[in-house]
T-cell receptor, first 114, second 115 residues
C-alpha cells in the first residue's frame, strides 16, 4: 500500500516467520533497483540490489524478486529476527537508466513480534 | 573502510545563522550525494557530485549551497534557513562509471533543527 500523511504502511510478523515487503515502481525504463533498511536514528543501509536483466537475486536470508511486466519489486526475508525491525525502502534509478539518481518508494515499517 | 561519516550529528541553528554540514568517505567513490529526509518519509535527493563537479541540482533553494573540495569530502553550507528545513540530512557516496548504477552508501545523517 501507499503511505498517507505521516502513516507508514506497516507489516507485523512473528519472530521466525518469513516476511515479504512489496514495492510498486513507477518508471518502466528503470533498470536498477535497490532495497535499503533504515533503523531509527540511522542512515539507510544497503541490503540487496538487482538489475533489470534478472528476475531474482538472493543474498544472506534475503531474496529480491523483480516483475517488470507489472513493475513490481519484492523483498523476502527468511526467518525474520527482532533485529530486522526497521523501515524498508525500495529505490529505482532515475529516468534514462544510466544515472546516479535514485528515486525512493514510500517505505514499509517492519515490526517483528518476539 | 566502507563508512561514510557525517558531522555534526545534531545541529540547532537560528534562521539568521550560517552553518555547514560535512561528509567524508575513503572508499575511492567519485560520486557523492546530499539527501533530505523528513520524518516517516523517504530520502529526497538534493545534489549529486560526480568527479567533484555538480551534476544534479534538484531545484534546491539557494539557501543550501553544496561544495566538493576534493574526492573524499562533501560540504553543505546553510544560510538563512526556514523552520521547514528542519530534517535529517543524509550524505551518500557510490562508484561512478558508465557501466551502470552502483549501490549508494549512506552516512548516519545530521539532524538539523531550525528555530
Amino acid at each position: 500500500g501507499e503511505s498517507v500523511g505521516l502513516h507508514l504502511p506497516t507489516l507485523s510478523v512473528q519472530e521466525g516467520d518469513n516476511s515479504i515487503i512489496n514495492c510498486a515502481y513507477s518508471n518502466s525504463a528503470s533498470d536498477y533497483f535497490i532495497w535499503y533498511k533504515q533503523e531509527s536514528g540511522k542512515g539507510p543501509q544497503f541490503i540487496i540490489d538487482i538489475r533489470s536483466n534478472m528476475d531474482k537475486r538472493q543474498g544472506q536470508r534475503v531474496t529480491v524478486l523483480l516483475n517488470k511486466t507489472v513493475k513490481h519489486l519484492s523483498l523476502q526475508i527468511a526467518a525474520t529476527q527482532p533485529g530486522d525491525s526497521a523501515v524498508y525502502f525500495c529505490a529505482e534509478n532515475g529516468p534514462g537508466g544510466a544515472t546516479n539518481k535514485l528515486i525512493f518508494g514510500t517505505g514499509t515499517l517492519l515490526a517483528v513480534q518476539p | 573502510d566502507t563508512e561514510v561519516t557525517q558531522t555534526p550529528k545534531h545541529l540547532v541553528m537560528g534562521m539568521t545563522n550560517k552553518k555547514s554540514l560535512k561528509c567524508e568517505q575513503h572508499m575511492g567513490h567519485r560520486a557523492m550525494y546530499w539527501y533530505k529526509q523528513k520524518a516517516k518519509k523517504p530520502p529526497e535527493l538534493m545534489f549529486v557530485y560526480s568527479y567533484e563537479k555538480l551534476s544534479i541540482n534538484e531545484s534546491v533553494p539557494s539557501r543550501f549551497s553544496p561544495e566538493c573540495p576534493n574526492s573524499s569530502l562533501l560540504n553543505l553550507h546553510l544560510h538563512a534557513l526556514q523552520p521547514e528545513d528542519s530534517a535529517l540530512y543524509l550524505c551518500a557516496s557510490s562508484q561512478e562509471g558508465l557501466a551502470g548504477n552502483y549501490e549508494q552508501y549512506f552516512g548516519p545523517g545530521t539532524r538539523l533543527t531550525v528555530t
